[in-house]
Structure formats: C-alpha cells, structure tokens
C-alpha cells in the first residue's frame, strides 16, 4: 500500500508569496497523483492530476511538477483565497495535507 | 452542470447504522464511478471505498470492510453509502466524489454523521 507523506504540515506566508508544497510517495505512481484544495466548511475541490495538468477553472498560478517519487505544488503568487489545507492523493491513498495560512 | 447532491444530516446512536445518498445530475451516473470519502472533525481524507455504478461492483478499504456498503440506483441517478455498527469515532462529515481516471473530480457537499448516546 502506498504512503503519502506531505511536508510541511504547516506553511505560513504573507499574500503575495510564493507556496511550495511537497507530497513524497513510498514507492512509484507513474506520475498519478493528484492535488487538492480544501477551505473550512467546504468539500475539497481538485487542482492538478496526473502530477502537473491544472483542473479545469484552475488559476495558472497553480503548478505542478514530479521527480521520481517527489511531488510538488507551487502557487507562484498566494492571492487571499489560496490560504487552506491541500492534499495530495495517489488512487486509495490521501496524503495528510499541509494547511497554507496567513503569515 | 454536473452535479452530486447528499443528503442531509444525520444523528445515530451508537451502534446503528447510517445510509446517506448522493444523487448525481448533469451526466450519466454508470460513466463513472463513484467514491466516498470520510472526514473526521480537524482530520484529513480517508478513502472509505468506491462503486462502479454501471454493474455495481465495489471496492472497499480494509479499515471499513465488513462494516461499509456500497450500492447504487441507476433509475434515480443515485448511489448509497451505509456504514453499520457506528461508534462515536465515525462522527464526520462524509463525501461522495466523482472518479475521473483515479481522480475525484466533482465532489457533494457532504453530509454530517453525528454518533452520540
């Protein structure tokens, strides 16, 4: 089964900034994994599949990218609405997610 | 639009059971599968299991089998989730999500499951 491990748990930047967001998967997904953003009290909506392509109505902000078995998230420039929890997911698995707050 | 619409919030005893809905609009339901995912409150996302609508085939996670049932209703566009022998740790909010290629899509709004004596 694969594990996801998500770091950091927690990244605190100002509006503005740049995100960047890693998911580590124990073993290779041949560049499936997806990416998530959750706001409080909403269901999680997708941002990026197959490790880079942006959902449809995704901000070009938002990008993705792999090597091997790391995986990255990177929101070149954090507008107000960008400050939430993203998850990273491979089929079964969820990553623990990493909360993007205000700094 | 594609959409997928839950039903409404629940309050069970411990040990029951709880069956919540999600009706899909705005595609065919048996093109796709469909997962449920469950939330903890403060917690991450936990793949519970998912339904292929069109011959009603499932998969489940080990941490749910023997106690989550899939099942589905083409006529009403709808798929179920029932989740037996509830324990005040099932308190969360639950998700259907569409699957598009090992990805979820479009996602219900979810549906709260309070477990309480």
């Known amino acids: 089964e694969i594990v996801l491990t998500q770091s950091p748990a927690t990244l605190s930047l100002s509006p503005g900034e740049r995100a960047t967001l890693s998911c580590r998967a124990s073993q290779s997904v041949s560049g499936y994994l997806a990416w998530y953003q959750q706001k409080p009290g909403q269901a999680p909506r997708l941002l990026l599949y197959d490790a880079s392509n942006r959902a449809t109505g995704i901000p070009a902000r938002f990008s993705g990218s792999e090597s091997g078995t790391d995986f990255t998230l990177t929101i070149s420039s954090l507008e107000p609405e960008d400050f939430a929890v993203y998850y990273c997911?491979?089929?079964?698995?969820f990553g623990p997610g990493t909360k993007v707050d205000i700094k | 639009q594609v959409q997928l619409v839950q039903s409404g919030a629940e309050v069970k005893k411990p040990g029951a059971s709880v069956k919540v809905s999600c009706k899909a609009s705005?595609?065919?339901?048996?093109?796709?599968?469909m997962h449920w995912v469950r939330q903890a409150p403060g917690q991450g996302l936990e793949w519970m299991g998912r339904i292929n609508p069109s011959d009603g085939t499932t998969t489940y996670a080990q941490m749910f089998q023997g106690r989550v049932t899939l099942t589905r209703d083409t006529s009403t566009s709808t798929v179920y989730m029932e989740l037996s022998s509830l324990r005040s740790e099932d308190t969360a909010v639950f998700y259907c999500a569409r699957d598009y290629d090992t990805n979820m899509d479009v996602w219900g709004k979810g549906t709260t499951v309070t477990v309480s004596s």
């Open positions: 997911q491979q089929r079964f698995t």
């Open positions: 705005g595609y065919t339901i048996t093109d796709y599968y």
